[in-house]
């Protein structure tokens, strides 16, 4: 098939795309908005002194996650197949290397560990959710809070029940498909899940320290701003825009080809971003109203804020929205995660879409296991302890390393030298409708610039 009957057709038959614009910004932002904004994002802001780090963070966003952005779904669409099938095909279009599909297999298969883990720990917001609901978080103790976390690791039962639940969940909106399942969830998911945002960022501002929260995130202090955050705030961009793992890639594959995709990467770019500042702006006035700790760390949410849910005046209330809400932004990030592989096992003649999504879903449950006994029964296994970056480290713990710090850097830095070196310049400029002052932009930042800045997050990464 040649490229224009290709993306005449859509690619391929009886798949359709996304019905607008506007489901593909809600899909695309469900995936980017979710654990690493709400969790994420706060705790590290917390670790890393505020306002110094949020603005670096906002640097990496705009030199380095939008061009990644753009470059991600600008493969997808222009393939529109699996990631693995559509590396294969740009690369004999552009008459380059075959093994660029290894580019598509691992931006799957770290989607899927991804998925592997975040399960579990969207697991624990439903728990929470529970927990909140019930009023666990009444008037309790420091002590109380930190054995209701523990408590929860310690049993392996209870993690497996919550992780098969979130996988359920997430197939059960996957095996829809693209319209009937992703469309009608994002559809409700997303402005729910602002809603509740914009409902606990009300709440933030009649506290008394809602201005030294405002403050803390919005009034760098460069004294405080070390290498190590420049690089977590590099890589966290990252993270939290979905790159390098060919989930956007997959949801790009489903675009309708009259979409400007630029426009579109920065709108969903200024959601996501804007979504964390909201999360910081909820939670923060609830840590220093409370006299707790900003830098606690990855406990921030689940153990500082609890006490503070606790002590206010319909934290009930608040409590259980805040934790539905995460659990909320988790499965529209979830569902994007499993898709590539989805995608994938549907080229099959032989599978459905409802049959590949119960494969990748029973593999990805079973995956999903080594992580649910890393905090437990295997919490003292060290599987990969003979290399020194494994030292220590349990299944969860290498996991979260491979992918986060050297499958997605690795996946987004192919993916932005793919599209500013092997396809031809016009080509780009041609097929992303760049006007040529944008051209003359956005082609040396993608071959030169973000390039550059990620090597060196990787490097420091492994180094
Ligand atoms: N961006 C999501 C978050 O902030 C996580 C996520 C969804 C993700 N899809 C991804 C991360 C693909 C890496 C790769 O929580």
């Known amino acids: 098939m040649t490229t224009e009957t290709h993306a005449a057709t859509g690619g391929r038959e009886g798949n359709p795309l996304w019905s607008s614009r506007l489901t593909f910004i809600l899909a695309a932002t469900g995936s980017a908005v979710g654990l690493g ?3 994420k994002f706060p705790y590290i802001t917390g670790e890393n002194g505020g306002g110094a780090f949020v603005l670096v963070y906002l640097l990496c966003i705009a030199l380095i996650g939008v061009p990644i952005l753009i470059a991600e ?42 998925l592997s883990f975040y399960s579990v720990i969207g697991g624990w917001s439903m728990v929470y959710v529970g927990h909140a609901f019930n009023g666990a978080f009444i008037d309790s103790t420091p002590d ?36 009937s399942g992703l469309e009608k969830a994002v559809n409700i998911l997303m402005p729910l899940l602002f809603l509740l ?12 320290e809602f201005m030294t929260a405002v403050e803390f995130l919005f009034k760098p202090d460069f004294s405080r701003l070390t290498t190590e955050a420049v690089l977590s ?14 989930a956007m890639m997959a949801y790009g594959s489903y675009l309708p080809e009259n979409v400007s995709i630029p426009r579109t990467a920065i709108t969903i770019a200024i959601i996501d971003t804007l979504v964390a500042l909201l999360a910081g702006l909820a939670i923060f006035p609830l840590v220093f109203s409370n006299g707790l700790e900003a830098s606690a760390g990855p406990g921030l949410i689940f153990q500082s804020l609890p006490l503070a849910f606790g002590q206010m005046p319909a934290g009930l209330l608040f409590a259980t929205l805040f934790f539905f809400l995460l659990l909320v932004a988790a499965v529209t990030s979830a569902i994007s995660m ?55 480290k349990t299944f969860f713990d290498i996991l979260d390393y491979l992918t986060a710090n050297i499958m997605l850097p ?29 051209a003359a932009l956005l082609l040396p930042v993608m071959k030169f610039v973000s390039p550059a800045l990620l090597l060196l997050v990787f490097v420091y990464n492994l180094l």
């Open 338 to 392: 499993l898709e590539p592989s989805i995608e994938w096992l549907e080229e099959k003649p032989a599978l459905n879409r409802v049959k590949a999504t119960a494969i990748a879903g029973a593999a990805v449950w079973v995956t999903g296991l080594l992580t649910v006994f890393s905090f437990n029964q295997w919490a003292e296994l060290h599987p990969l302890a003979f290399l020194p970056v494994f030292e220590g």
């Open 73 to 114: 779904i600008y493969l997808g669409r222009r393939g529109r197949r699996s990631p693995l099938a559509t590396m294969v095909h740009l690369a004999k279009q552009d008459g380059r290397s075959h093994n660029w599909k290894w580019l598509g297999i691992m931006g799957m298969t770290c989607a899927f560990l991804i």
């Open 197 to 208: 945002l914009l409902v606990m960022v009300g709440y933030a501002m009649s506290t008394a």
């Open 144 to 179: 109380q809070i930190g054995a209701l976390f523990g408590g929860m690791l310690q049993s392996p039962g209870n993690l497996l029940f919550w992780h098969t639940l979130f996988i359920l969940i997430v197939l059960t909106i996957l095996a829809g498909g693209i319209r």
């Open 37 to 39: 904004n709400i969790w």
């Open 233 to 246: 705030a590099l890589g966290h961009a990252f993270f939290t825009l979905s790159l390098g793992s060919c």
């Open 410 to 438: 690795l996946g987004g830095l192919l993916m932005v030298l793919y599209t500013a070196w092997c396809i031809k310049p016009m080509t780009v400029i041609d097929e992303l409708k760049l006007k040529s002052g944008t």
